[in-house]
């Protein structure tokens, strides 16, 4: 089975410009001759190797690939920001809270201990309110 | 990402990335997808560099990765016409030799297309620039050459001849 030059170039230009009969002569033929195949693959390479030259929007492949491995991480972010969020949204563990009952208490008994909670997470932030706010009534 | 490793993909981007993607122009997907499925080949593997095997070349890795993506793409779209025929193309095209079918090879294919363009009348040049630079179809083409869309179409399949003719030749020993 053999196909005509003219339906070879319509497949270049626009695959889907040949009707469902057509593309199925053109699969057939090109099962049926190696060469065929290989000269069409030839072609369909330097059309590419063509644009990748001269089209103006295919000549920043790499900056394009490098911005979207920027969305990538940044997307990463912010589902890790994301985790944050919800750890900050859950509520402080009842244990720490008595603790920093506990602690609030002692401070109410000694107010020029001096002593104070630095916060170093979230969670001590939260823990440690009300013992500051203790403090500052002292 | 370590350093080490951003490095590692950031030289395979740049020694394979042309090979790449003229192999997916060359199974037979349109031109208007190369682009976006040769991105997201890169993506997959940025994701997981670990996979690919120490003892093969990262182009072959890059291939059977472009290849299913190619395949899954087009099961995807259900709206497209002509599906089922692009899957079987590009299975066909998968199998097939071509005669760049090395990373150095393409690359040098590349460079020799830019003096193999240098060797067609200007008129014909005109025409390549028009199809590929300014992405206009065989019609508009044919308005400005005051010709037939049937006779650019033939003219653009005879040029991309010549012009493989061209690379092959420039690409041989003393070529």
């Given at each position: 089975m053999s196909v005509s030059d003219g339906l070879l170039a319509r497949f270049l230009e626009d695959r889907e410009s040949l009707s469902e009969t057509e593309f199925d002569a053109l699969l057939a033929a090109l099962k049926a001759d190696a060469a065929l195949s290989k000269a069409l693959k030839d072609l369909l390479v330097i059309d590419g190797l063509c644009a990748q030259t001269l089209a103006p929007d295919r000549r920043g492949f790499k900056a394009q690939v490098a911005q979207r491995l920027r969305d990538l991480e940044r997307g990463r972010a912010l589902e890790a920001g994301d985790v944050v969020k919800r750890f900050h949204a859950r509520p402080a563990p009842r244990r720490l809270a008595r603790w920093g009952a506990l602690a609030a208490a002692a401070c109410a008994v000694s107010p020029r201990s001096g002593w104070s909670v630095q916060p170093s997470s979230p969670l001590d932030e939260r823990a440690a309110r009300p013992i500051v706010r203790q403090q500052r009534r002292a | 990402m370590s350093a080490q490793r951003d490095e590692r993909f950031a030289e395979m981007l740049e020694t394979t990335q042309a090979h790449v993607r003229a192999y997916i122009a060359g199974l037979g997907v349109p031109p208007v997808d190369v682009d976006d499925l040769a991105q997201e080949v890169y993506l997959e593997v940025y994701r997981n560099m670990e996979a690919i095997?120490?003892?093969?070349?990262?182009?072959?890795?890059?291939?059977?990765?472009?290849?299913?993506?190619?395949?899954?793409?087009?099961?995807?779209?259900?709206?497209?016409?002509l599906k089922t025929q692009l899957e079987s193309l590009i299975e066909h095209l998968d199998r097939t030799p071509a005669t760049f079918d090395d990373v150095e090879a393409m690359q040098e294919a590349l460079r020799a297309l830019d003096g193999c363009m240098e060797q067609l009348s200007e008129k014909n040049r005109e025409m390549i620039r028009m199809r590929y630079r300014d992405g206009r179809t065989s019609e508009s083409i044919a308005e400005a050459f005051a010709t037939t869309a049937e006779a650019v179409r033939i003219t653009l399949f005879r040029l991309r001849g010549k012009l493989k003719e061209c690379v092959t030749r420039r690409l041989e020993p003393h070529g």
């Open positions: - | 095997p120490a003892d093969l070349e990262p182009i072959r890795w890059l291939k059977g990765i472009a290849r299913n993506l190619c395949m899954n793409h087009f099961r995807r779209e259900t709206r497209r016409k």
